[in-house]
């Protein structure tokens, strides 16, 4: 069992930066590949960012190449998205969540997830 909680959303202006964080608690957090997905009002959820359990390897949606960065710490049982240059359309609810898979995208990939935190970029 992994539990999730995300941290560090807010508000933010077009252009600007903002990272969310996800504490995991529980058993063999260093076993799972962590991913973001998102949610925006009356859209379904979204595949944002993954990372392996060990950090090596990484993928992204195309919109957030070269502006959105995952990574993770296995010591600390954190996993952190960095977001720069945000989009109005990067406007939404954030989750992370924990796959056995190595590199998920899918999201019934993902066994576990958290609660959310709200990104919301002004245009």
């Known amino acids: 069992q992994v539990q999730l909680v995300e941290s560090g959303g807010g508000l933010v202006q077009a252009g600007g930066s903002l990272s969310v964080s996800c504490a995991a608690s529980?058993?063999?957090?260093?076993?799972?590949?962590m991913g973001w997905f998102r949610q925006a009002p009356g859209k379904e959820r979204e595949f944002v960012a993954t990372i392996s359990w060990s950090g090596d390897s990484t993928y992204y949606r195309n919109s957030v190449k070269g502006r959105f960065t995952i990574s993770r710490d296995n010591a600390k049982n954190t996993v952190l998205l960095q977001m720069n240059s945000l989009k109005p359309e990067d406007t939404a609810v954030y989750y992370c969540?924990?796959?056995?898979?190595?590199?998920?995208?899918?999201?019934?990939?993902?066994?576990?997830w958290g609660q959310g935190t709200q990104v919301t970029v002004s245009s």
């Open positions: 969540a924990a796959s056995r898979d190595p590199i998920p995208t899918l999201i019934r990939k993902y066994e576990y």
């Open positions: 529980g058993r063999r957090f260093s076993s799972y590949a």
